[in-house]
T-cell receptor, first 114, second 113 residues
């Protein structure tokens, strides 16, 4: 089955700890995205990548970092600098070419602070 | 900057009725608009895309309209069912390009038997 996988489903972070959220896609999409969702708010863009080895900051990049070493993978690290990390994190991808307006989302990772 | 507004109050309707959700936007003239469905604790799923030159788009029990003069899209679910209960998000392409979407906060729909 083609799709996007995110792991883990739940993640607990201790004070001062960096944690990494995994996102993998087998849709052969060029573009990948990370969003943060808080209750009652829309999706806010953290980082996005149009192509391997390239990525750009979104609207709320502070306290986060990413890498894009492979087309299939776009991991997100929540660093200790992110003071309010508790949220639902969603990874998405988008095709290039004629069908490139639609985003496909993973199941999400819920990050909680201990 | 671009702004998308969706009714933050939940919409409660009776099974079999038509649900109508609204998406308003400002400071932009998008080439298209999309609607997504999101179930609790899950990622959004794409439903429909309507382009600026299309007034209406249908898919089974779903209908979307796009009024570029009013800067508004309406999303209709006819003959609604309890299984249609979810949060519905509208999304517009970012005016600066870069294959980015701007999402509304969504409207929660509850269909009661």
């Amino acid at each position: 089955d083609g799709g996007i996988t995110q792991s883990p489903k739940y993640l607990f972070r201790k004070e001062g700890q960096n944690v990494t959220l995994s996102c993998e896609q087998n849709l052969n999409h060029d573009a990948m995205y990370w969003y943060r969702q808080d209750p009652g708010q829309g999706l806010r863009l953290i980082y996005y990548s149009q192509i391997v080895n390239d990525f750009q900051k979104g609207d709320i990049a502070e306290g986060y970092s990413v890498s894009r070493e492979k087309k299939e993978s776009f991991p997100l690290t929540v660093t200790s600098a992110q003071k309010n990390p508790t949220a639902f994190y969603l990874c998405a991808s988008m095709a290039s070419g004629g069908a490139r307006e639609t985003q496909y989302f993973g199941p999400g990772t819920r990050l909680l602070v201990l | 900057s671009q702004k998308i507004e969706q009714n933050s109050e939940a919409l409660n309707i009776q099974e079999g009725k038509t649900a109508t959700l609204t998406c308003n936007y400002t400071n932009y003239s998008p080439a298209y608009l999309q609607w997504y469905r999101q179930d609790p604790g899950r990622g959004p799923v794409f439903l429909l895309l309507i382009r600026e030159n299309e007034k209406e788009k249908r898919k089974e029990r779903l209908k979307v309209t796009f009024d570029t003069t009013l800067k508004q899209s309406l999303f209709h679910i006819t003959a609604s069912q309890p299984a249609d209960s979810a949060t519905y998000l509208c999304a517009l392409p970012f005016s600066g390009g870069y294959n980015k979407l701007i999402f509304g906060a969504g409207t929660r729909l509850a269909v009661h038997p």
